[in-house]
T-cell receptor, first 116, second 110 residues
């Protein structure tokens, strides 16, 4: 397994357009997370899936954001009617829960979104 | 609310030891993790503490005091490649949402 992959790596879009990003987690990982990161800040939690169930979604997210993980494998994050403030790096991570309750999250390389 | 505080920048010389502190405020606690991120790269996991005490992994160690809501990452025998941002992170209430600190940028000088 080559780790978490994300596609595309870069996306430039005009304000008002819709964009969709894909994340392929490590195959045996049942947990999947989406984050957003801007320059100089830590990753900001967006949403979490356990298998195909979306168990938590940040209240910071507006209705323009939606995520799916239809078969508990890959996931997509869609942003509708993009705004310039959506410009950021979108990171996906996957994990398995350790017996101690620990959680080592493996991050993908991210998708850098630029809204013009 | 839930928040983490860590210094924004730390500078140290090659071969030295540096400690990066993290204080947290959460309504539930499921352990403290540390991640490293180089410029242009993705965060990579370094360590996890669920219980009080010191966890050692090679040149890196991490400490947790749950009673003080405090932890730190200790980097020994600093190398130039250790120049990166370091984030502490906790799980939020319910154990799903992960909250990251704003990060500490470490500069290692020759």
């Amino acid at each position: 397994d080559t780790g978490v992959s994300q596609d595309p790596r870069h996306k430039i879009t005009k304000r008002g357009q819709n964009v969709t990003f894909r994340c392929d987690p490590i195959s045996e990982h049942n947990r999947l997370y989406w984050y957003r990161q801007t320059l100089g800040q830590g990753p900001e939690f967006l949403t979490y899936f356990q298998n195909e169930a979306q168990l938590e979604k940040s209240r910071l997210l507006s209705d323009r954001f939606s995520a799916e993980r239809p078969k508990g494998s890959f996931s997509t994050l869609e942003i509708q009617r993009t705004e310039q403030g959506d410009s950021a790096m979108y990171l996906c991570a996957s994990s398995l829960e350790h017996r101690t309750g620990g959680y080592e999250q493996y991050f993908g390389p991210g998708t850098r979104l630029t809204v013009t | 609310g839930q928040s983490l505080e860590q210094p924004s920048e730390v500078t140290a010389v090659e071969g030295a030891i540096v400690q990066i502190n993290c204080t947290y405020q959460t309504s539930g606690f499921y352990g403290l993790s540390w991640y490293q991120q180089h410029d242009g790269g993705a965060p990579t996991f370094l360590s996890y503490n669920a219980l009080d005490g010191l966890e050692e992994t090679g040149r890196f160690s991490s400490f947790l005091s749950r009673s003080d809501s405090y932890g730190y990452l200790l980097l020994q025998e600093l190398q130039m490649k250790d120049s990166a941002s370091y984030f502490c992170a906790v799980k939020g209430t319910g154990g799903f949402k992960t909250i990251f600190g704003a990060g500490t940028r470490l500069f290692v000088k020759a």
